[in-house]
């Protein structure tokens, strides 16, 4: 078996920079003490990057995704900063359009859809106008 050489899974260097980008930035759990939404995240690294350090448990865990599960963590996510819950909200998104797993796409668009709805009280995007508005802009004229 030949190690991998990047700590992101193969799919993420399919999709375009921009996607690459916001995918990073909902890595990271939010600041505020949180249990679901770091079971979340952890969900999320899972689902996108090599595992550096079996070992170590505290980064990267297996966690089943579940419909109690997101609901606890929209309990959570309702009292956290906005900012923050939109990069974890458009992180998911970019799993949904692009994992290869479908899923994998289910739950994550279950997340994405649900902090639009319930909390933001947004009707979401369709996958055609969030890839849209996440496009790589270099040398875009649109952007």
């Known amino acids: 078996m030949v190690e991998p050489t990047f700590v992101l899974q193969p799919w993420v260097s399919e999709v375009g920079l921009k996607m690459q980008s916001i995918l990073l930035s909902g890595l990271r759990a939010p600041d505020a003490r949180t249990s679901s939404v770091k079971k979340c995240i952890r969900w999320l690294r899972g689902v996108t990057q090599v595992d550096a350090d079996p070992k170590k448990q505290s980064y990267m865990q297996t966690i089943n995704m579940s419909r109690v599960l997101v609901d606890m963590a929209m309990d959570e996510l309702e009292y956290l900063p906005v900012h923050y819950v939109h990069h974890f909200a458009d992180a998911f ?4 359009y692009h994992h290869p797993d479908a899923e994998t796409r289910a739950w994550a ?3 994405h859809e649900e902090v639009a709805v319930e909390l933001f009280h947004f009707h979401p995007e369709t996958r055609e106008e969030f890839l849209w508005r996440h496009r790589d802009k270099k040398g875009d004229s649109d952007g």
């Open 109 to 111: 668009l279950l997340l």
């Open 93 to 96: 998104a970019v799993v949904a």
